[in-house]
């Protein structure tokens, strides 16, 4: 990767991904875009940043010639819960998007990654360490888009030998930037009001068990499978990966080890119960080991003392 072109660069993920691409590859060769310009004082403008829409195909390929883009690194997609908010809509960004995507990597032959997620999966696949390999039908619209996506990504591969790579992340936890529509976003929301309230009212139901990790074991993947063995991967696109499983009592007990008095409640949201309800427990992923090396460093202990230390600083909180 010398020249990245990154879209939904403003998302949870993207954010941050444009951040680390830039410290490592040089400020000037990781072009970040998104649908509109951030905030005067964001970190993304102390770089190249330009508005894209993806929908926008021919702004998409102008940007990646005038820049001689060699990697697009494609995040712009709406994820679950708005995404079933507005189904036709979902489809129309996340699938045209991609297509956009691909096309203006095909013409220019440029690397390619996009993720997918643990939402892929659906009620009839597997729920405990889910195979790399197996059924999948969601029943959401974005597990929908995500499945049709990671066969759109292995398709252009076989079809054009396009260097395309994903991932199936699992909920992403981070504190720089809130993510934003996603169903187990309550992992993240659950620490900022523990340090605000002392106290958070989960959407998800105690006993639902979903994958998670901690934002930078999630860029250090995607940073390690793009600069991968091409000749060592078997599956490409979708690689399983995870860092740990739990449900919102597991993370209320190892907030509780720091704020003594935390109290969680619960007012569960049947939209987002019902999409996590539909996702695996824990996933298996072994493939990504045994192809290109996949570590985390995170666990749920870890990420906890490092998202309340990142967070009393970020929210100016000495109380708790
Ligand atoms: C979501 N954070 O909740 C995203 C992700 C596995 C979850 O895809 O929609």
């Known amino acids: 990767m010398k020249k990245i072109l990154i ?27 998104d649908i509109r310009r951030p905030d005067e004082d964001s970190p993304l403008l102390a770089g190249p940043f330009e508005i894209l829409n993806v929908l926008d195909a021919q702004n998409m390929a102008d940007i990646v010639k005038k820049e001689k883009v060699d990697t697009i690194i494609h995040l712009a997609a709406l994820l679950s819960a708005t995404a079933e908010a507005n189904p036709q809509l979902a489809w129309n960004i996340n699938m045209g998007g991609l297509v956009n995507a691909l096309e203006v990597a095909r013409e220019n032959n440029t690397q390619f990654f ?58 992403l936890i981070g504190y720089v930037t809130p993510p934003g529509g996603g169903t187990t976003d309550y992992a993240v929301d659950i620490y900022y009001d523990a340090l605000k309230k002392g106290s958070y009212e989960s959407y998800i139901d105690k006993g639902t068990f979903m994958d998670m990790m901690y934002m930078p074991d999630a860029l250090d993947a995607i940073i390690q499978l793009m600069e991968a063995d091409p000749s060592k991967l078997i599956h490409r696109n979708a690689f399983n990966i ?79």
């Open 114 to 171: 996009t993720p997918s997620s643990i939402g892929a999966f659906g009620p009839s696949t597997p729920k405990v360490a889910t195979p790399q390999d197996t059924i999948q039908r969601p029943t959401t619209i974005y597990g929908v888009t995500k499945v049709s996506g990671e066969l759109l990504c292995d398709y252009y591969f076989q079809k054009f030998g396009l260097d395309t790579r994903g991932v199936r992340f699992p909920g």
């Open 7 to 33: 879209t939904g660069a403003m998302g949870q993920l993207g954010s941050e991904l444009t951040t680390i691409l830039r410290e490592q590859y040089g400020v000037d060769n990781v072009i970040g875009t």
């Open 242 to 320: 995870s860092a740990m499983s739990f449900d919102p009592e597991m993370i209320a007990g190892e907030i509780r080890k720091h704020i003594k008095d935390f109290k969680m409640t619960y007012k569960v949201d049947p939209v987002r119960q019902g999409i996590a309800d539909n996702w695996p427990d824990s996933i298996d992923y072994s493939a990504a080991i045994e192809e290109w090396g996949f570590k985390t460093r995170y666990n749920l202990e870890t990420m906890t003392i490092d998202m309340l230390e990142k967070l009393r600083v970020k929210l100016s909180i000495t109380d708790r």
